[in-house]
């Protein structure tokens, strides 16, 4: 790999754009492609990137993914989050936890983990969502999770869940769509969160968020 293409991958990855090292097994050629960028062999290259798996896209041309590890945000730092944070972890995901409420948000309660006691417009600008992203927003106060949800959607997180009654999301869809939401984007709100197992109590709730989280983000 040459110094300008190891420069550029690297400049790449940090900023958590899916890219791929491109190799003519014959000459030794290499080229940087990133996802969605033309291509010779585009459509195997597309099909690559779905997969998230390295491997031949001919006879002679290999492509190696580097692929932007999978985060969970998790907007509340409340019983839900206790169990979710290590399931998530123990899943590959890189958990944040952010909650403006430093009486929740404390390292006693969540240890080994990044738990922000700072609201989420404030850290979320710092540090933007993407597409890599996994959010969901369990507070029940609109104040700390709506302005994540809008950013999470605009972001196009793979995931987007937020916690309430079917009434209380009604209540939430009416208040974004006064903000510009579309009524496609709320569709993307996995409300109520997580997968209908008949969940009952933290743990078993967290069970079906993180669940659903991995079916979106294998689907």
Not at 116 to 123: G, I, Q, S, Y
Not at 140 to 169: M, W
Request: charged share 25%.
């Amino acid at each position: 790999m040459t110094p300008d293409i190891l420069a550029e991958l690297n400049r790449r990855r940090a900023a958590r754009e899916a890219v791929a090292v491109v190799s003519d097994l014959e000459s030794g050629a290499q080229s940087l492609v990133g996802q969605g960028e033309d291509h010779t062999h585009s459509e195997a290259l597309a099909a690559r990137f779905r997969s998230g798996q390295s491997g031949m896209l001919d006879q002679t041309t290999f492509a190696r993914l580097h692929m932007p590890s999978a985060r969970l945000v998790i907007i509340g730092a409340v019983h839900i989050s206790q169990a979710l944070y290590p399931m998530a972890q123990s899943c590959g995901l890189d958990v944040t936890i952010i909650d403006p409420r430093s009486a929740f948000a404390t390292p006693e309660r969540f240890a080994g983990v990044e738990c922000l006691a700072e609201w989420p417009t404030e850290v979320l600008a710092e540090r933007p969502l993407d597409r890599w992203t996994a959010l969901a927003a369990l507070t029940h106060d609109p104040k700390i999770d709506d302005d994540a949800l809008v950013a999470a959607l605009e972001a196009q997180c793979f995931y987007v869940g937020a916690l309430g009654s079917r009434k209380t999301n009604a209540k939430r869809a009416a208040r974004l769509k006064e903000r510009g939401v579309s009524e496609a984007s709320l569709e993307r709100i996995c409300a109520p969160i997580g997968l209908d197992i008949g969940a009952a109590g933290p743990a078993e709730i967290a069970v079906a968020v993180l669940a659903q989280i991995i079916e979106a983000q294998r689907t």
